[in-house]
């Protein structure tokens, strides 16, 4: 089995090397030249905001979720 390594996507170089894994088990890759670290199919995410008053109009409360376009996880919540 033979693994096609991608060129860097900012100097275009050849010169990549494998450098572990993310926490969600994609491979990490690093270029030897401008030491860019890159993954091949990052997540695409998208950004939602909502907001609500809770007990009066002094209190607003706001939410920001980011999901993964794909599988529609969340991969990050703020709430302020």
Known sequence: MSTTIPA?????SESVSFNGHTR???QNHKCRDCGRQF?????????DEL??????K?????VWLALDAETREIVGCLYW
Do not use: A, E, R, Y
């Open 51 to 56: 907001w609500s008053f809770v007990d009066d």
């Open 24 to 26: 969600h088990g994609k």
């Open 58 to 62: 002094d209190h607003d409360q706001w």
């Open 8 to 12: 860097c996507p900012s100097c275009h």
């Open 39 to 47: 993954i091949v199919n990052p997540l695409t995410v998208q950004m």
